[in-house]
DNA sequence: ATGCAAATGCAAATTATTTGCAATAAGGAA
DNA sequence: TTCCTTATTGCAAATAATTTGCATTTGCAT
Protein backbone atom coordinates (compact mmCIF):
# COMPACT_ATOMS: atom_id res chain seq x y z
CA UNK A 1 0.00 0.00 0.00
CA UNK A 2 1.89 2.95 -1.05
CA UNK A 3 1.29 6.48 0.39
CA UNK A 4 0.36 9.07 -1.87
CA UNK A 5 2.54 11.62 -0.19
CA UNK A 6 6.67 10.69 0.08
CA UNK A 7 7.36 8.67 3.70
CA UNK A 8 8.75 11.18 6.08
CA UNK A 9 11.04 8.38 7.15
CA UNK A 10 13.15 5.72 5.63
CA UNK A 11 14.57 2.96 6.10
CA UNK A 12 18.51 3.31 6.31
CA UNK A 13 20.50 1.41 4.05
CA UNK A 14 24.34 1.81 3.46
CA UNK A 15 25.22 0.77 0.58
CA UNK A 16 28.70 0.30 0.60
CA UNK A 17 29.48 -0.02 4.26
CA UNK A 18 32.24 -2.49 3.70
CA UNK A 19 34.54 -0.18 1.84
CA UNK A 20 34.01 2.24 4.47
CA UNK A 21 35.36 0.62 7.48
CA UNK A 22 37.75 -2.45 5.59
CA UNK A 23 39.64 -0.11 3.13
CA UNK A 24 43.14 1.12 3.43
CA UNK A 25 41.64 4.52 4.02
CA UNK A 26 40.91 3.16 7.63
CA UNK A 27 43.91 0.92 7.86
CA UNK A 28 46.09 4.05 6.93
CA UNK A 29 44.86 6.05 9.20
CA UNK A 30 45.15 3.83 11.85
CA UNK A 31 48.92 3.29 11.06
CA UNK A 32 49.10 7.18 11.09
CA UNK A 33 48.27 7.26 14.89
CA UNK A 34 51.16 4.77 15.77
CA UNK A 35 48.60 1.97 15.80
CA UNK A 36 49.84 -1.27 14.27
CA UNK A 37 47.90 -3.29 12.12
CA UNK A 38 47.23 -6.43 13.64
CA UNK A 39 46.01 -10.25 12.46
CA UNK A 40 43.23 -9.59 15.32
CA UNK A 41 42.36 -6.08 14.12
CA UNK A 42 42.35 -6.90 10.57
CA UNK A 43 40.01 -9.40 11.58
CA UNK A 44 37.81 -7.14 14.05
CA UNK A 45 37.79 -4.81 11.40
CA UNK A 46 36.50 -7.20 8.77
CA UNK A 47 34.07 -8.42 11.40
CA UNK A 48 32.40 -4.83 11.64
CA UNK A 49 32.73 -3.99 8.28
CA UNK A 50 30.08 -7.34 7.14
CA UNK A 51 26.34 -6.37 6.70
CA UNK A 52 23.98 -9.18 8.07
CA UNK A 53 23.15 -9.25 11.73
CA UNK A 54 23.74 -5.80 13.01
CA UNK A 55 24.85 -4.16 16.03
CA UNK A 56 26.66 -7.29 17.81
CA UNK A 57 27.68 -6.91 21.42
CA UNK A 58 31.36 -7.66 22.06
CA UNK A 59 30.98 -11.30 22.89
CA UNK A 60 28.83 -11.74 19.59
CA UNK A 61 31.93 -10.28 17.67
CA UNK A 62 34.24 -12.96 19.61
CA UNK A 63 32.26 -15.39 18.78
CA UNK A 64 32.18 -14.76 15.13
CA UNK A 65 35.98 -13.77 15.43
CA UNK A 66 36.89 -17.15 17.09
CA UNK A 67 35.17 -18.67 14.00
CA UNK A 68 37.91 -17.89 11.86
CA UNK A 69 40.99 -17.48 14.09
CA UNK A 70 40.71 -19.36 17.13
CA UNK A 71 43.41 -17.86 19.15
CA UNK A 72 41.89 -14.38 18.95
CA UNK A 73 40.61 -13.45 22.99
CA UNK A 74 38.14 -11.42 24.24
CA UNK A 75 40.06 -9.03 25.93
CA UNK A 76 41.77 -7.86 22.24
CA UNK A 77 38.00 -7.61 21.23
CA UNK A 78 37.52 -4.87 23.63
CA UNK A 79 40.66 -3.36 23.23
CA UNK A 80 40.29 -3.07 19.60
CA UNK A 81 36.85 -1.46 19.78
CA UNK A 82 37.70 1.00 22.50
CA UNK A 83 40.47 2.05 20.13
CA UNK A 84 37.92 1.93 16.63
CA UNK A 85 35.56 4.27 19.19
CA UNK A 86 38.37 6.40 20.17
CA UNK A 87 38.89 6.67 16.47
CA UNK A 88 35.62 7.15 15.70
CA UNK A 89 35.89 4.60 13.22
CA UNK A 90 32.65 2.57 15.38
CA UNK A 91 29.92 3.74 17.42
CA UNK A 92 28.87 2.28 21.16
CA UNK A 93 25.24 1.65 22.04
CA UNK A 94 24.43 1.15 25.60
CA UNK A 95 21.00 -0.68 25.45
CA UNK A 96 18.71 -0.87 28.43
CA UNK A 97 20.17 -4.68 28.66
CA UNK A 98 23.50 -3.63 30.21
CA UNK A 99 25.64 -4.53 27.29
CA UNK A 100 27.04 -2.23 24.81
CA UNK A 101 26.86 -2.94 21.22
CA UNK A 102 28.73 -1.39 18.25
CA UNK A 103 28.23 0.05 14.87
CA UNK A 104 30.15 1.38 12.33
CA UNK A 105 29.81 5.37 12.23
CA UNK A 106 29.93 6.13 8.84
CA UNK A 107 26.88 6.94 6.54
CA UNK A 108 24.48 8.98 7.31
CA UNK A 109 22.64 9.09 11.24
CA UNK A 110 20.11 6.88 11.64
CA UNK A 111 17.79 5.90 14.65
CA UNK A 112 16.90 2.76 15.95
CA UNK A 113 13.54 0.83 16.76
CA UNK A 114 13.87 -2.35 18.97
CA UNK A 115 11.78 -4.78 18.85
CA UNK A 116 11.31 -5.80 22.54
CA UNK A 117 10.68 -9.65 21.70
CA UNK A 118 13.21 -10.69 19.52
CA UNK A 119 16.26 -8.09 20.53
CA UNK A 120 16.06 -7.09 16.48
CA UNK A 121 17.20 -3.63 15.46
CA UNK A 122 15.81 -1.73 12.94
CA UNK A 123 17.51 0.75 11.75
CA UNK A 124 15.35 4.39 10.49
CA UNK A 125 15.68 7.81 9.36
CA UNK A 126 13.71 10.96 9.73
CA UNK A 127 13.86 13.90 7.85
CA UNK A 128 11.09 15.57 9.86
CA UNK A 129 12.15 14.37 13.15
CA UNK A 130 15.45 15.55 12.92
CA UNK A 131 14.82 18.75 11.79
CA UNK A 132 11.98 18.94 14.62
CA UNK A 133 14.46 17.89 17.05
CA UNK A 134 16.99 20.98 16.32
CA UNK A 135 13.95 23.37 15.96
CA UNK A 136 13.60 22.60 19.89
CA UNK A 137 17.27 22.78 20.57
CA UNK A 138 17.86 25.89 18.77
CA UNK A 139 14.85 27.26 20.90
CA UNK A 140 16.50 25.89 24.08
CA UNK A 141 19.66 28.13 22.93
CA UNK A 142 21.02 24.88 21.90
CA UNK A 143 22.96 23.38 19.20
CA UNK A 144 22.71 19.69 18.63
CA UNK A 145 25.75 18.07 18.23
CA UNK A 146 24.53 14.12 18.36
CA UNK A 147 21.35 12.30 19.08
CA UNK A 148 20.21 9.01 20.18
CA UNK A 149 17.12 8.39 19.46
CA UNK A 150 15.68 4.17 20.35
CA UNK A 151 12.16 3.34 19.91
CA UNK A 152 11.22 0.13 21.88
CA UNK A 153 8.16 -1.69 20.51
CA UNK A 154 6.53 -5.09 19.87
CA UNK A 155 5.24 -6.50 16.36
CA UNK A 156 1.68 -5.32 15.91
CA UNK A 157 -0.31 -8.51 15.99
CA UNK A 158 -1.53 -8.46 12.12
CA UNK B 1 10.47 36.44 20.56
CA UNK B 2 7.11 34.63 20.52
CA UNK B 3 6.23 32.50 17.51
CA UNK B 4 2.61 33.18 16.12
CA UNK B 5 2.02 30.13 15.84
CA UNK B 6 1.98 27.61 19.27
CA UNK B 7 5.08 26.00 20.01
CA UNK B 8 5.33 22.21 19.00
CA UNK B 9 7.34 21.77 22.11
CA UNK B 10 7.01 21.99 26.01
CA UNK B 11 9.71 22.58 28.41
CA UNK B 12 9.24 19.65 30.89
CA UNK B 13 7.43 20.87 34.10
CA UNK B 14 6.21 18.33 37.28
CA UNK B 15 4.40 21.06 39.45
CA UNK B 16 3.83 18.29 41.60
CA UNK B 17 6.25 15.22 41.38
CA UNK B 18 6.37 14.32 44.80
CA UNK B 19 2.58 14.01 45.45
CA UNK B 20 2.60 11.96 42.68
CA UNK B 21 5.50 9.21 43.92
CA UNK B 22 5.39 9.89 47.54
CA UNK B 23 1.42 9.38 47.86
CA UNK B 24 -1.34 6.64 49.09
CA UNK B 25 -2.26 6.36 45.74
CA UNK B 26 1.15 4.67 44.79
CA UNK B 27 1.37 2.90 48.22
CA UNK B 28 -2.13 1.43 47.31
CA UNK B 29 -1.48 0.44 44.13
CA UNK B 30 1.62 -1.38 45.06
CA UNK B 31 -0.01 -2.99 48.06
CA UNK B 32 -3.10 -4.20 45.85
CA UNK B 33 -0.24 -6.31 43.99
CA UNK B 34 0.40 -7.65 47.22
CA UNK B 35 3.41 -5.81 48.01
CA UNK B 36 4.11 -5.08 51.32
CA UNK B 37 5.04 -1.22 52.43
CA UNK B 38 8.14 -2.14 54.09
CA UNK B 39 10.23 0.70 55.31
CA UNK B 40 12.98 0.36 53.38
CA UNK B 41 10.72 0.79 50.52
CA UNK B 42 9.05 3.89 51.65
CA UNK B 43 12.50 5.32 51.81
CA UNK B 44 13.45 4.72 48.56
CA UNK B 45 10.48 6.18 47.10
CA UNK B 46 10.47 8.84 49.29
CA UNK B 47 14.57 9.54 47.78
CA UNK B 48 13.10 9.25 44.83
CA UNK B 49 10.29 12.00 45.25
CA UNK B 50 12.62 14.15 46.26
CA UNK B 51 13.15 16.70 43.20
CA UNK B 52 16.79 18.07 43.11
CA UNK B 53 19.84 16.46 42.03
CA UNK B 54 17.69 14.07 39.40
CA UNK B 55 18.62 10.56 37.88
CA UNK B 56 20.21 9.38 40.41
CA UNK B 57 21.95 5.83 40.04
CA UNK B 58 21.50 2.84 42.59
CA UNK B 59 24.51 3.45 44.09
CA UNK B 60 23.60 6.96 45.02
CA UNK B 61 19.84 6.23 45.76
CA UNK B 62 21.57 3.60 48.16
CA UNK B 63 24.16 6.42 49.76
CA UNK B 64 21.28 8.93 50.27
CA UNK B 65 19.53 6.01 51.85
CA UNK B 66 21.61 4.98 54.32
CA UNK B 67 22.08 8.71 55.54
CA UNK B 68 18.87 8.19 56.98
CA UNK B 69 18.42 4.64 58.31
CA UNK B 70 21.74 2.86 58.22
CA UNK B 71 20.36 -0.37 58.50
CA UNK B 72 19.18 -0.46 54.56
CA UNK B 73 20.97 -2.95 51.65
CA UNK B 74 22.43 -2.30 47.86
CA UNK B 75 20.74 -5.29 47.06
CA UNK B 76 17.34 -3.60 48.67
CA UNK B 77 17.66 -0.62 46.63
CA UNK B 78 18.22 -2.45 43.45
CA UNK B 79 15.02 -4.99 44.56
CA UNK B 80 12.85 -2.21 45.03
CA UNK B 81 13.82 -0.21 42.12
CA UNK B 82 13.06 -2.90 39.81
CA UNK B 83 9.97 -3.62 41.41
CA UNK B 84 9.10 -0.25 41.15
CA UNK B 85 9.89 -0.53 36.94
CA UNK B 86 7.90 -3.26 36.81
CA UNK B 87 5.40 -1.65 38.64
CA UNK B 88 5.82 1.27 36.26
CA UNK B 89 6.46 4.03 39.15
CA UNK B 90 10.01 4.65 37.60
CA UNK B 91 11.88 4.61 34.61
CA UNK B 92 15.38 3.07 34.10
CA UNK B 93 17.62 5.00 32.02
CA UNK B 94 20.90 2.98 30.55
CA UNK B 95 23.48 6.01 29.47
CA UNK B 96 26.65 4.77 28.22
CA UNK B 97 28.97 5.01 31.20
CA UNK B 98 27.21 1.24 32.43
CA UNK B 99 25.52 2.17 35.48
CA UNK B 100 21.57 2.89 34.94
CA UNK B 101 19.88 6.19 36.52
CA UNK B 102 16.35 6.34 37.65
CA UNK B 103 13.82 8.97 37.32
CA UNK B 104 9.89 9.17 38.34
CA UNK B 105 7.99 7.66 35.07
CA UNK B 106 4.55 9.55 36.27
CA UNK B 107 3.46 12.82 34.51
CA UNK B 108 3.69 13.18 30.48
CA UNK B 109 6.63 11.79 29.05
CA UNK B 110 9.41 14.00 28.13
CA UNK B 111 12.68 13.62 26.48
CA UNK B 112 16.19 14.80 27.33
CA UNK B 113 18.68 17.54 26.19
CA UNK B 114 22.05 17.01 27.69
CA UNK B 115 24.46 20.02 27.92
CA UNK B 116 27.65 18.69 27.08
CA UNK B 117 29.60 21.37 28.68
CA UNK B 118 28.09 21.72 32.47
CA UNK B 119 26.30 18.24 32.19
CA UNK B 120 23.09 19.73 32.83
CA UNK B 121 19.39 17.48 31.92
CA UNK B 122 17.33 19.84 30.45
CA UNK B 123 13.28 17.75 30.04
CA UNK B 124 11.25 18.36 27.15
CA UNK B 125 8.21 17.20 25.25
CA UNK B 126 7.05 17.26 21.70
CA UNK B 127 3.69 16.28 20.81
CA UNK B 128 5.16 16.23 16.94
CA UNK B 129 8.13 14.19 17.76
CA UNK B 130 5.68 11.74 19.50
CA UNK B 131 3.28 11.37 17.20
CA UNK B 132 6.38 10.70 13.85
CA UNK B 133 7.75 8.11 16.02
CA UNK B 134 4.46 6.45 16.20
CA UNK B 135 4.18 6.59 12.72
CA UNK B 136 7.11 5.48 11.85
CA UNK B 137 6.57 2.53 14.18
CA UNK B 138 3.00 1.48 12.87
CA UNK B 139 3.84 1.88 9.61
CA UNK B 140 7.33 -0.62 10.19
CA UNK B 141 4.51 -3.19 12.03
CA UNK B 142 5.12 -2.07 15.49
CA UNK B 143 3.58 -0.37 18.54
CA UNK B 144 5.65 1.17 20.74
CA UNK B 145 5.76 0.52 24.21
CA UNK B 146 8.03 2.77 25.45
CA UNK B 147 11.20 5.31 23.63
CA UNK B 148 13.75 7.73 24.19
CA UNK B 149 15.39 10.76 22.87
CA UNK B 150 18.46 12.12 24.03
CA UNK B 151 20.02 15.35 22.24
CA UNK B 152 23.42 16.67 23.10
CA UNK B 153 24.40 19.69 22.56
CA UNK B 154 25.86 23.39 23.31
CA UNK B 155 24.87 26.51 24.09
CA UNK B 156 24.75 28.96 21.19
CA UNK B 157 27.11 31.88 21.78
CA UNK B 158 24.81 34.95 21.78
C1' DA C 1 -1.56 -10.58 69.67
C1' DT C 2 -0.19 -14.42 66.28
C1' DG C 3 1.33 -16.71 62.09
C1' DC C 4 2.94 -16.94 57.67
C1' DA C 5 4.51 -15.31 53.43
C1' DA C 6 6.99 -11.48 51.64
C1' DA C 7 11.07 -8.70 52.23
C1' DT C 8 15.52 -7.85 54.25
C1' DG C 9 20.58 -8.06 55.01
C1' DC C 10 24.57 -10.48 54.30
C1' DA C 11 27.77 -12.98 51.61
C1' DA C 12 28.63 -15.00 47.58
C1' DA C 13 27.54 -15.45 42.53
C1' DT C 14 26.94 -13.40 37.83
C1' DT C 15 27.76 -10.58 33.96
C1' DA C 16 30.15 -7.19 31.35
C1' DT C 17 34.36 -5.10 30.95
C1' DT C 18 39.16 -3.91 32.24
C1' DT C 19 44.01 -4.56 33.65
C1' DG C 20 48.84 -6.60 34.88
C1' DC C 21 52.26 -9.02 32.86
C1' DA C 22 55.18 -12.11 30.33
C1' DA C 23 55.37 -13.68 25.60
C1' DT C 24 54.68 -12.47 20.70
C1' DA C 25 54.83 -10.05 16.53
C1' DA C 26 54.44 -5.44 13.63
C1' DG C 27 57.14 -2.76 10.87
C1' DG C 28 60.97 0.59 10.47
C1' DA C 29 66.12 0.46 10.35
C1' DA C 30 70.29 -1.65 8.91
C1' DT D 1 66.13 -10.14 4.95
C1' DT D 2 67.32 -9.91 9.58
C1' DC D 3 67.25 -7.30 13.80
C1' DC D 4 65.33 -4.40 17.22
C1' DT D 5 62.13 -1.78 19.58
C1' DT D 6 57.83 -1.53 21.45
C1' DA D 7 52.87 -2.01 20.55
C1' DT D 8 49.81 -5.73 21.00
C1' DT D 9 48.38 -10.20 22.42
C1' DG D 10 46.58 -13.98 25.44
C1' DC D 11 45.96 -15.47 29.87
C1' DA D 12 44.55 -14.97 34.49
C1' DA D 13 43.05 -12.14 37.76
C1' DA D 14 40.77 -7.68 38.99
C1' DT D 15 36.79 -4.38 38.78
C1' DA D 16 32.19 -2.63 38.59
C1' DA D 17 27.38 -3.12 38.36
C1' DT D 18 23.82 -5.96 39.45
C1' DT D 19 21.65 -10.30 41.05
C1' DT D 20 20.78 -14.37 43.95
C1' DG D 21 20.65 -17.95 47.95
C1' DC D 22 19.40 -18.26 52.37
C1' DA D 23 18.54 -17.62 57.21
C1' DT D 24 16.33 -13.98 59.78
C1' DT D 25 13.08 -10.25 60.25
C1' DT D 26 8.79 -7.90 59.59
C1' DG D 27 4.32 -6.41 57.34
C1' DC D 28 -0.22 -7.12 57.83
C1' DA D 29 -4.43 -10.07 57.53
C1' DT D 30 -6.75 -12.62 60.89
Not at 13 to 35: I, K, V
Not at 43 to 64: N, S, W
Not at 76 to 83: A, C, D, E, G, S
Not at 126 to 145: F, N, T
Amino acid sequence: MQSPVANDYQLASFTDMTTLLDNDELLNALRQTGARITKPRKLIIQILADKGDEHPDAMEIFRRAVRRDSRISLPTVYRTLKMLEEHGAIQKHAFVDGRSRYEPADGPHHDHLIDMDTGAVIEFQSEKIERLQEEIARELGYEIVHHRLELYGRKTKA
